[in-house]
């Protein structure tokens, strides 16, 4: 991407509750160029996000499917990619 060449996304953590999938990462790079309106200040940004999805076998409410990596593995597979990501 050109206006943050230097993009960095680091998954912190990922939840999931039932169907509800909850993932805090970080996101952060310096301004290149002009991004969504905002004029290029060559400014470092470090910003914490948490998303949530809500995951199933139908639709959502606009009709779209949601599909997120590694919400609809079994729980030991999932044990085992974190233990991974840990070390």
């Keep these: 991407m050109r206006a943050f060449p230097d993009l960095l ?3 912190s953590r990922v939840i999931t509750t039932g ?3 909850t993932a805090l ?3 952060e790079g310096t301004q ?3 991004y969504a309106g905002a004029i290029n200040q060559e400014k470092h940004l470090d910003i914490d996000q948490a998303w949530r999805f809500v995951v199933g076998d139908g639709p959502d409410h606009r ?3 949601l599909l997120v990596p590694g919400a609809a593995l079994p729980a030991a597979r999932r044990e085992a990619l974190r233990r991974d ?3």
């Design 32 to 34: 290149a160029a002009e």
């Design 25 to 27: 990462f970080k996101v």
């Design 19 to 21: 169907d509800v999938v």
């Design 9 to 11: 996304i680091s998954v």
């Design 85 to 87: 990501r840990d070390r």
């Design 63 to 65: 009709g779209h499917r």
